[in-house]
C-alpha cells in the first residue's frame, strides 16, 4: 500500500483549522522529517499551514467554498442579508465528535447544524472538506509542474482517539465520495501520530522541563503519556516503546471536548455578559469580519499569557462594536462595565480592553482540571504506575497556563514539548 507509493499525503482536520502535509518516497528514504505543508495566504497576515475548517454550501446544498474564502463569502451573504438561505458551516468536527461521545449511529442519514440551526447531511459536509483539501494538494502539484498522478498517492488521515469503528466507517466512506480509494487510505489516531513524530525527531529538537534536552526519550520500555491538545478535543493516550523501537498502546485512548476553543467561548460569554446577547448578535451578523479578527487576536493573546506573572490580558476591541453598544444601548461601554460584575477585573481605556490575569485564569480553569483529572485517572492504572514523560502536542499545548498547570501538577514527570 503506501510503500509502493511515490507520495504520501497527509490530511488533519482540527475543530479549528485544517490542512495537509506530505513527502516523497525519496525524501522520507533520504529523511523521514522532509516533509512540506500545505500553505494559505488569507490576504491579510503572514502565510499559514493551516486554514480555518468551515465550510459554506449555497441554497441547493452544493459545496461552495472552504476556508478564508467561506469565511469571506458568509461575511458578504451577512452583509447583503442573504446568509439565511445558505449553509454555514464551522465546528463541524467536534459535532461528529459529541454524537460519537454520545454513542449516536452516525453511519446512516446523520446530519449537522449550520451556525443559523439549518440541517446538512454530514457526509456531505465531510466529503467536501477532504475533497477540497485533495484537489487543492493536486493543484499545486500541477502549478509545481511535478507530474504526480492520483495513482501515485497514498493518503492519510488523522481522527480523534476516541472514534469508534463506525466513526472511522463513516470516515471512509466521505474518503471514497470523492475519490479516494481504500487501497489508498488510511487512518491514524492523533496521539499516535504525534509520538511517532518525536520519536523521530533529532534530540536537540524534543524539549524538555526548563528548556532540557531529552536525550532519552524514547529508550526501549520508557513509557510516557501523550497530550494531544487540540482546538476542540484533547486526545489522551499512554504508550511503551517496544524493544525493535515501535510504540505499543498500553491504555486505551481517551480525552474530551476540551480544547483551546472553550477558553474562546469563556471570553465570548464574558463579552456577552458585559454588552448583551442582543448586541453580540448584531455585532456577529454586521461586522462579521470584525469578530473573527477579534477572536483571531485572542487567540493569540490567550497562548502567551502568564498565569504565573498576575499580568492583564490587553486586547482591542472593534470600534465597531463600542459603537453598536453606545447606538443600540444609549449608554457608553464603560459604564455598563462599572454596574457589571467586572467591575474589579475589567478596563476599557479607548479601545483597548484590559481583563485581569484572575479573570483569565477563570476562563481556563475549568477545561485544565478536566485534562488533569484524565492524566490522573491513566496514571492510576496498574500498567501506568511507572510512566515517566508527559509528551504535549497540538495548538492548545503552546498556551503558557496549560503548560504551567501540567508541570505544576506532574512534577515527578518529565514534559517534553513538541
Given at each position: 500500500?503506501?510503500?509502493?507509493?511515490?507520495?504520501?499525503?497527509?490530511?488533519?482536520?482540527?475543530?479549528?483549522?485544517?490542512?495537509?502535509?506530505?513527502?516523497?518516497?525519496?525524501?522520507?528514504?533520504?529523511?523521514?522529517?522532509?516533509?512540506?505543508?500545505?500553505?494559505?495566504?488569507?490576504?491579510?497576515?503572514?502565510?499559514?499551514?493551516?486554514?480555518?475548517?468551515?465550510?459554506?454550501?449555497?441554497?441547493?446544498?452544493?459545496?461552495?467554498?472552504?476556508?478564508?474564502?467561506?469565511?469571506?463569502?458568509?461575511?458578504?451573504?451577512?452583509?447583503?442579508?442573504?446568509?439565511?438561505?445558505?449553509?454555514?458551516?464551522?465546528?463541524?468536527?467536534?459535532?461528529?465528535?459529541?454524537?460519537?461521545?454520545?454513542?449516536?449511529?452516525?453511519?446512516?442519514?446523520?446530519?449537522?447544524?449550520?451556525?443559523?440551526?439549518?440541517?446538512?447531511?454530514?457526509?456531505?459536509?465531510?466529503?467536501?472538506?477532504?475533497?477540497?483539501l485533495k484537489d487543492d494538494f493536486i493543484?499545486?502539484?500541477?502549478?509545481?509542474?511535478?507530474?504526480?498522478?492520483?495513482?501515485?498517492?497514498?493518503?492519510?488521515?488523522?481522527?480523534?482517539?476516541?472514534?469508534?469503528?463506525?466513526?472511522?466507517?463513516?470516515?471512509?466512506?466521505?474518503?471514497?465520495?470523492?475519490?479516494?480509494?481504500?487501497?489508498?487510505?488510511?487512518?491514524?489516531?492523533?496521539?499516535?501520530?504525534?509520538?511517532?513524530?518525536?520519536?523521530?525527531?533529532?534530540?536537540?529538537?524534543?524539549?524538555?522541563?526548563?528548556?532540557?534536552?531529552?536525550?532519552?526519550?524514547?529508550?526501549?520500555?520508557?513509557?510516557?503519556?501523550?497530550?494531544?491538545?487540540?482546538?476542540?478535543?484533547?486526545?489522551?493516550?499512554?504508550?511503551?516503546?517496544?524493544?525493535?523501537?515501535?510504540?505499543?498502546?498500553?491504555?486505551?485512548?481517551?480525552?474530551?471536548?476540551?480544547?483551546?476553543?472553550?477558553?474562546?467561548?469563556?471570553?465570548?460569554?464574558?463579552?456577552?455578559?458585559?454588552?448583551?446577547?442582543?448586541?453580540?448578535?448584531?455585532?456577529?451578523?454586521?461586522?462579521?469580519?470584525?469578530?473573527?479578527?477579534?477572536?483571531r487576536d485572542f487567540e493569540i493573546k490567550?497562548?502567551?499569557?502568564?498565569?504565573?506573572?498576575?499580568?492583564?490580558?490587553?486586547?482591542?476591541?472593534?470600534?465597531?462594536?463600542?459603537?453598536?453598544?453606545?447606538?443600540?444601548?444609549?449608554?457608553?461601554?464603560?459604564?455598563?462595565?462599572?454596574?457589571?460584575?467586572?467591575?474589579?477585573?475589567?478596563?476599557?481605556?479607548?479601545?483597548?480592553?484590559?481583563?485581569?490575569?484572575?479573570?483569565?485564569?477563570?476562563?481556563?480553569?475549568?477545561?485544565?482540571?478536566?485534562?488533569?483529572?484524565?492524566?490522573?485517572?491513566?496514571?492510576?492504572?496498574?500498567?501506568?504506575?511507572?510512566?515517566?514523560?508527559?509528551?504535549?502536542?497540538?495548538?492548545?499545548?503552546?498556551?503558557?497556563?496549560?503548560?504551567?498547570?501540567?508541570?505544576?501538577?506532574?512534577?515527578?514527570?518529565?514534559?517534553?514539548?513538541?
Open positions: 500500500m503506501a510503500e509502493t507509493k511515490i507520495l504520501v499525503v497527509a490530511i488533519d482536520f482540527g475543530s479549528s483549522g485544517a490542512g495537509y502535509a506530505f513527502s516523497f518516497a525519496y525524501q522520507y528514504k533520504n529523511n523521514p522529517l522532509d516533509i512540506s505543508t500545505s500553505v494559505w495566504n488569507n490576504g491579510n497576515g503572514p502565510l499559514q499551514a493551516k486554514i480555518p475548517a468551515v465550510l459554506l454550501f449555497d441554497p441547493d446544498k452544493k459545496f461552495n467554498s472552504f476556508g478564508f474564502e467561506a469565511e469571506d463569502k458568509y461575511e458578504e451573504l451577512l452583509n447583503t442579508n442573504k446568509a439565511d438561505q445558505w449553509y454555514f458551516l464551522k465546528g463541524f468536527k467536534m459535532q461528529l465528535y459529541s454524537a460519537v461521545n454520545a454513542g449516536e449511529d452516525i453511519r446512516v442519514d446523520f446530519e449537522l447544524l449550520d451556525v443559523g440551526g439549518k440541517r446538512i447531511s454530514a457526509k456531505a459536509v465531510f466529503s467536501a472538506a477532504i475533497g477540497f493543484q499545486q502539484m500541477h502549478w509545481r509542474k511535478l507530474g504526480t498522478v492520483e495513482d501515485d498517492i497514498f493518503w492519510v488521515v488523522s481522527v480523534p482517539a476516541i472514534w469508534n469503528d463506525s466513526a472511522k466507517q463513516f470516515m471512509r466512506e466521505s474518503a471514497e465520495a470523492v475519490g479516494i480509494q481504500g487501497d489508498k487510505f488510511i487512518m491514524v489516531y492523533e496521539p499516535e501520530a504525534a509520538s511517532i513524530y518525536a520519536r523521530l525527531l533529532p534530540v536537540d529538537k524534543l524539549v524538555g522541563n526548563n528548556g532540557a534536552v531529552i536525550l532519552k526519550a524514547f529508550d526501549p520500555g520508557r513509557k510516557f503519556i501523550v497530550v494531544d491538545a487540540g482546538g476542540g478535543t484533547v486526545d489522551i493516550s499512554a504508550q511503551q516503546v517496544l524493544e525493535n523501537g515501535e510504540l505499543k498502546i498500553i491504555h486505551r485512548e481517551c480525552g474530551g471536548p476540551w480544547g483551546g476553543e472553550c477558553i474562546n467561548k469563556q471570553f465570548v460569554n464574558m463579552l456577552i455578559e458585559l454588552f448583551g446577547k442582543e448586541v453580540m448578535k448584531q455585532f456577529k451578523n454586521k461586522h462579521g469580519d470584525d469578530f473573527l479578527q477579534l477572536l490567550k497562548k502567551m499569557f502568564k498565569v504565573e506573572d498576575e499580568e492583564s490580558l490587553t486586547i482591542r476591541m472593534p470600534l465597531s462594536l463600542i459603537e453598536l453598544f453606545l447606538d443600540m444601548k444609549q449608554s457608553d461601554v464603560q459604564t455598563a462595565i462599572a454596574s457589571s460584575r467586572f467591575k474589579e477585573t475589567v478596563r476599557l481605556k479607548r479601545d483597548k480592553l484590559s481583563i485581569a490575569g484572575s479573570l483569565v485564569e477563570t476562563f481556563f480553569s475549568e477545561t485544565i482540571q478536566n485534562i488533569i483529572d484524565e492524566v490522573v485517572f491513566i496514571l492510576k492504572n496498574e500498567r501506568c504506575s511507572d510512566v515517566s514523560a508527559i509528551m504535549m502536542a497540538g495548538g492548545f499545548s503552546e498556551a503558557d497556563t496549560l503548560q504551567h498547570a501540567i508541570k505544576k501538577q506532574f512534577q515527578s514527570l518529565e514534559i517534553l514539548y513538541l
